[in-house]
Structure formats: structure tokens, C-alpha cells
């Protein structure tokens, strides 16, 4: 499996970004994709999920409002928009991938796309 992040960048607050992973290497018809984020001096923390058949999806609760996951089954490509950005939001956002992507793991790791939200 194979995923491949981009579209991160650096934006001002109050902006907003949708970043994309390209999936590849199997069928995700049973899999859970995900995003991950990890800024400077902190852990990696949990970020959203979305089942990949059925679409179904899951926010970490500080998340909730604010970040969008979405997935395109044609193109097995996975977004997180996120809007309204705040300075907070900086880190390098990865995607995930596995039959099941917990709060904390998950089979297959993207490479990451950093996200710089200036003030």
C-alpha cells in the first residue's frame, strides 16, 4: 500500500486548505483511511477517519467543526479540508491507512505534507 500526501502549504489564518492522499498498491473496498497530524514538540494526535465503502466518518472531538474528511472512490483519493485555519493547526498532517485506523495506529503511513498557518 502506498499513500501519497499533498497539498499542504503555507496559509494565512482564517484561510483555508484541503489536502489530498492518493492511495495505491490494493482494493480499500474493507479499509479505513485517516489523517494524523503532528506539530513541533508534540505527539501525533488523531485527526479524522472515514470508512472507505460505506463513507462513514469519525472526528477527533477537538476537530469537529472545523476539519472535513472526504474520500472520492473513483479516484482512490482521501481530503481533509480545513477551514478556517488557525496558527495551531501547523504541523505535518499524515494519512493512514488499514483495516482498522485507531486514535493512535493504523497498517500503512503516508510520507506527510506540511501544513504552516501563519498569524
Known amino acids: 500500500v502506498q499513500l501519497q500526501a499533498s497539498g499542504g502549504g503555507l496559509v494565512q489564518a482564517g484561510g483555508s486548505l484541503t489536502l489530498s492522499c492518493a492511495a495505491s498498491?490494493?482494493?480499500?473496498?474493507?479499509?479505513?483511511m485517516g489523517w494524523f497530524r503532528q506539530a513541533p514538540g508534540k505527539e501525533r494526535e488523531f485527526v479524522a477517519r472515514?470508512?472507505?465503502?460505506?463513507?462513514?466518518?469519525s472526528y477527533a472531538e477537538s476537530m469537529k467543526g472545523r476539519f472535513t474528511i472526504s474520500r472520492d472512490y473513483a479516484k482512490n483519493t482521501v481530503y481533509l479540508q480545513i477551514n478556517t485555519l488557525k496558527p495551531e493547526d501547523t504541523a505535518v498532517y499524515y494519512c493512514?491507512?488499514?483495516?482498522?485506523?485507531?486514535?493512535?495506529?493504523?497498517?500503512?503511513w503516508g510520507q506527510g505534507t506540511q501544513v504552516t498557518v501563519s498569524s
Open positions: 493512514a491507512a488499514g483495516q482498522t485506523v485507531s486514535n493512535d495506529s493504523a497498517d500503512y
Open positions: 498498491g490494493r482494493t480499500f473496498s474493507s479499509y479505513s
Open positions: 472515514i470508512s472507505w465503502r460505506a463513507g462513514s466518518t
